[in-house]
């Protein structure tokens, strides 16, 4: 089956630096999306990316938090100045068009800011 | 907007129970829904899905149909292995409404002892 891949598997960094997490959808996808989990916590939805734009973002995903697509394969995001509380789990997901709704998830950045 | 609630855990069972996690919905449109599981250590992975009322989604021996009277899409399985211990999220998906994103329930935390 096709795989999402997700890089760095773990990040760690200081309080106030950026960070990037990198994302390799699956090729022929066209919805792209950002979730996290905060240890022990629910999964929480952060943005969803299509046709080179954000279609939808959370409450979550403020002025911190920007995505890209640089090129056509990789999925960005990027968050420009860490607090503790952005410690956690982030998920990249793609999914097909039409009546394919299914999620493609990866396994995931565990982002620990010190 | 939407939710998921799902039944609380941790759910502890002996192997070759029977499990039975409960999953209701509220959701504007009519979503498709999905059950996912997260093993330890690992990123979320699909089990099953229903994308209509009625439908059944089966895999690895665990079943739960689109209930759309009651909003409900209960997770079963008639025996259960110690390697189903995990976390399992309930979730929707409405692509007319939502930009596709997902909505998750809180996850329910399965134990299976030998």
């Known amino acids: 089956e096709p795989e999402v891949t997700q890089t760095p598997s773990h990040q760690v960094t200081q309080m106030g630096q950026e960070v990037i997490l990198r994302c390799v959808p699956i090729?022929?996808?066209?919805?792209f999306y950002w979730y996290r989990q905060i240890l022990g916590q629910k999964v929480e939805f952060l943005v969803s990316?299509?046709?080179?734009?954000?279609?939808?973002k959370s409450e979550i995903f403020d002025d911190q938090f920007s995505v890209e697509r640089p090129d056509g394969s990789n999925f960005t995001l990027k968050i420009r100045s860490t607090k503790l509380e952005d410690s956690a789990m982030y998920f990249c997901?793609?999914?097909?068009?039409?009546?394919?709704?299914?999620?493609?998830f990866g396994s995931g950045t565990q982002l620990s800011v010190l | 907007g939407d939710s998921v609630t799902q039944m609380e855990g941790p759910v502890t069972l002996s192997e070759e129970a029977f499990l039975t996690i409960n999953c209701t919905y509220t959701?504007?449109?009519?979503?498709?829904l999905f059950w996912y599981v997260q093993y330890p250590g690992e990123g979320l992975q699909l089990l099953l899905k229903?994308?209509?009322?009625?439908d059944k989604g089966s895999n690895k021996g665990f079943e739960a149909t689109y209930r759309k009277e009651t909003t409900s899409f209960h997770l079963e399985k008639g025996s259960v292995q110690v390697s189903d211990s995990a976390v399992y999220f309930c979730?929707?998906?409405?692509?007319?409404?939502?930009?596709?994103?997902?909505?998750f329930g809180d996850g329910t935390t399965l134990t299976v002892k030998p």
């Open positions: 997901a793609s999914r097909g068009t039409g009546s394919n709704e299914k999620l493609f």
């Open positions: 090729s022929n996808h066209l919805y």
């Open positions: 990316f299509y046709n080179n734009e954000i279609s939808e």
């Open positions: 959701a504007t449109g009519y979503p498709s």
């Open positions: 229903a994308t209509k009322a009625d």
């Open positions: 979730a929707l998906t409405d692509i007319n409404t939502n930009a596709g994103k997902s909505t």
